[in-house]
C-alpha cells in the first residue's frame, strides 16, 4: 500500500493514543498547583509529590504491594491448571479454563459486584487480603492466557525425550518444562501486575472505603480537589507500564506472546 | 508425550488449588448474586434473605429501559468506531517489520493498561478550557476563546473509544497476522488495487473474526464505569454506574446485584443472537 | 518487439543482494522455467516480474512497454502462487470469476467464462463447491484456471506443483505444458525441481546466488553446461581437472584424450563428463587407470564408483553393456573427447 498515506494513518492513529498523555504531561510540570495546559513555568515538584506527601506515597505503596500480590497469586493459580490442561485428557476440566477466563471477560461490574456480595455475606468486606484475592481472580486470565500459549508451544516429544532419560513426571516439570514455560510465566505476571496497579471497580468495591489504592485516590482527587499530582501519577503508570511491556518485549517474544503464530521478519 | 486421562487421584493434585480458588472466590460469589438479587432490601443493613422478583419487576420501568438502551447503544457505538479504525491498521501492523510491530505493541499495551481513571482524567483535562485542546487551536488562530468540550455524549464516546481501541487492535491482530499475506497479493495479480483487494478479499475472508472482535469489544465496553461519570451527564450514565450507584451508595445490593444478573443475560443474549445470525449467514 | 525484457534487475535487500543485475529475453508464447537451490533469487525475480516486489534498479519490459512502475494490479497478468491462495471466503465459480468482477464484468459474462474454464481444467459443473471441499490436486487446477480467466499476457507459476504428490505431480508438469502450448502463453515458472523444468520448458534458466549461469534449452543445459554449478546442479556429472599444453593437447587426470578441443591460451581447468558417458574398460593404454571402489547395481542401470588419481568417478551403464567389474579391479576409464565438456572457470 501507498507508504506515504501509510504514515499518515499511522501518524493519526499514534496522535490520538498519545494525545491525552501529553496534555496530561505538559499539565504535570506546571509551577503552580494548577492544572494549565500550555504548562505555566516548569517543575518537576509534582512529581516529587507522589513520594513526599504520605497520603499519595501511601496510595503508592498500596497499590505496589496489591499488585505484586495479587499477580504472584493469578500466577499461582494459573500455572498448576494451565499445567493439567496441558498434560492430561480430561474434557471436562475445561470447564476451569472457562470460569478462569470468565472473570476478565464479564463487565468488570459484575465481577466487582459479585465479590463484595461474597465479601459482605462471609464478612471479611474491607479486608486488605480480600482485595488481593480479589484481583487475583480477576486478572487470572492473563496468566492463564499466557501460560496456555506457553504450554501448546512446548514439543511434546521433549517430555518423552526426558523420560526416557529417567525423568519422572516431576523431575520433567522442573527440568524441562518450567524452564521452558518460564518467559510466558513472567510475561503473565507482568500483564497481571501492570493491569492491578490500574485497576479501580474492583478495588472500590471491595476496600474502597478502608484502603486507597493510587487509582481510587486519583479518582477522589478528581472529585475533591484537583492538583498536579494527578498528572505527574499518570506520567508515572503510563512509563510503569512502557517499561514493563518494553522487558517483557526485550526478553520474550511479544508478537507470538500476543498470538502470531510464527515471527516473521 | 501422549495426553492421557487421569488415572490415580493424586494426578488431580494439580487441579485442586487453581479449581478451588475459582470455585470459592467466582462461582461462589456469582451464584451468590444471583441469590442476593431474589433478598428484600433491609434498610438497616444489607439485606434480608427472601425470594421476590420485586428487584427485577423495579427496572422494568422506562426510567432503566432508557439507561439500559443507553448502555447498549453506547457499546455497539463504540464497538463499531473501533472495528472501524482499528481494522485497517492492525492490517498494515501486521505486515510491517517486526520492529515496528513490537514498538506499536508495547504502547497499545502501555494504553491497554491505563486505568479508566487516568484515561478520564487525561480526556478531562483534554476537553477543559483551561488545559484543553481548544486552548492549542487559540494559540494558532483557529478559534477566538477556548471552550470546555464536556460533559458531552462526545467526551464520553471519544473517551471510551480510546480505551477500548489497543484492546481492539490487539484482539484482531492474532487473525490478521495468521491471515495468508498471498491471498491480497493474488488479488493484486488479478487486478484489485490494494484498496479493492482490503475490502474484496481482508474483509470477507475476516468475517468471523469481525464479528468476533464487535463482540468482544461490545462486552468491554459495557463495563465502562467511569467514563461516562467523569465526561458525561447523568443521562449518559450506564447500566454499570446505575448498579455501582446502587451498590455502594444507595446501599441496595438486592437491586444492583438484579441489575449485575440483568445485564449479563442481556449481553449473553446479544453474543448468543449475533453468533446465531454469523452461522446462519454463513450457511446461506 | 513482443515478450519480456529484463534489463540489467537488480533488487538488494538491506545490505542482500537477492537479485544480481540480470538480463533476459523472454520471447512472446515461450515457457521459462527459473531453476536453482533455495535462496538462489528466483522467487524475489518472479514477485518483480509480477511488480510485488520492486527492483532497486534495472527495468522491466513487456511487449516493448516499461512495465517497472507498474502496479500488480495493472499489468494484466496471471499467477500462481506456492499457497495457492485460493480465497477461503468465495467458492469455486467466484475465485475464477475473480479477476472479471473486479473489472466489472457482468454476471452472464462471468458464468460463461467460468464455465469454460472448468471445462478446460476438467472441473466441469464444480462452481458452486467451497474450495476447502476440493482435493489438493483441484485446489491446484482452479488456481491455474483462476490464473487464466483473464487471457493474461504473462502467466506465472511460483513452485505450484511442490504441494503435490510425485504422481500427481509429472502428470500436472505434462498437462500443463499441454495447456500451454494450446493457449501459446507466454508462461514462467520458478521451481527448484530439474526434472520438472526439463519436462515443461523451451527455456531452462539456472540460477544462483541471485545472478542467472545459464539460459538455454533443456538438452543443451544438460549436455552443454556452462559451469561447474550448472553442471552439478542439473543431473550428476564428474567434475575432472586437466591441463593442456601449447600445442593444444588436453590431458585429463595426467591422461591424454586425443581430440578434445580446448579453448585457445587455456592451459588448465575443469572438464564436465556426465556418469553415462564414461566408459570402463580393461586398463590399456590411453585409458585413465583406476580402481573400482563400489558397485550399486540398480536392476535397471548399474553405478560403478572407480577412483583415479585420487578422485573419484562414477560411471553409469545398462548391466548389459558393462563387463562385470568386482570392487578392488583395476580398470580402465575412457573419456570419448566430445563428451567432455569444457567448464567455465
Partial sequence: MNTALQRLYFALFGLFLSLPLIVVAGVSVNEKQNLAFPPQGFSLSWYGEIFANPEWRSALVASVVLAALSAALAVVIALPLAWFLWRREARWANIFQLLGIAPFTLPPVITALG??????????????????????????????????????????????????????????????????????????????????????????????????????KIFNALRYGYTPTMASVTILFVAIAAIVFSLVARFGDLPKLLGAMSTRD | MRREPPQKFSDYGPLLFPAGMLIVFFVVPFTTMIAVSFFRRNPAGFYSPDFVFDNYARFLSLFFGKVLGFSLGLAVAVAVCCVVLALPFTYLLARSKRRTQVFWLVALLSVLSLSEVIIGFAWSTLFSRTAGITNLLVTLGLMQEAVALNPSFGAVLTAMVYQALPYTVLVLYPALVRLDPTLTEAARTLGASPLKAFFTVVVPALRNTIIATLIMVFIFALGSYLLPQILGRPQHWTLSVLITDQAIYQSNMPFAAAMAVFLVLVTLGLVALTVYAGRKGEAA | MSGLTLENVTKQFGSFTAVNNVRLTVPHGTFVCLLGPSGCGKTTLMRMIAGLDLPTSGAIRLDGADITHVPTHKRDLGMVFQSLALFPHLTVGENIAYSLRIRGAGREEQKKRVDELLAMIHLPGYADRPVAKLSGGQRQRVAIARALAISPKLFLLDEPLSALDAKLREAMQVELRQLQQRLGITTIVVTHDQREAMTMADTVVVMNGGEIRQAAPPVEIYRRPADTFVADFIGSTNLLDFTADASGTAAVLGTPVPGLAVPAGLTSGTISVRPEEVRLTAPGEGAIPATVVFVRDLGGTVETFVEAAGRQIVAVSMPHARPDMAVGENVGVRLAPDACVVLKS
Avoid at chain 1, 514439543?155 to 510466558?184: C, H, K, N, Q, W
Fill in chain 1, 115 to 216: 465479590l463484595l456480595t461474597f465479601w459482605a455475606t462471609t464478612g471479611f468486606y474491607g479486608q486488605p487480603a480480600t482485595a488481593v484475592v480479589s484481583h487475583a481472580i480477576f486478572f487470572v486470565t492473563l496468566p492463564l492466557v499466557t501460560l496456555s500459549l506457553g504450554f501448546s508451544a512446548i514439543d511434546r516429544s521433549l517430555v518423552e525425550a526426558a523420560a526416557t532419560m529417567g525423568a519422572d513426571d516431576r523431575t520433567v516439570f522442573r527440568t524441562v518444562v518450567l524452564p521452558l514455560i518460564l518467559p510466558y510465566l513472567v510475561s503473565g505476571y507482568a500483564f497481571a501486575f501492570v493491569l492491578s496497579l490500574n485497576e479501580y471497580i474492583v478495588a472500590y468495591m471491595t476496600v474502597g472505603f478502608t484502603m486507597e489504592t493510587l487509582p481510587i
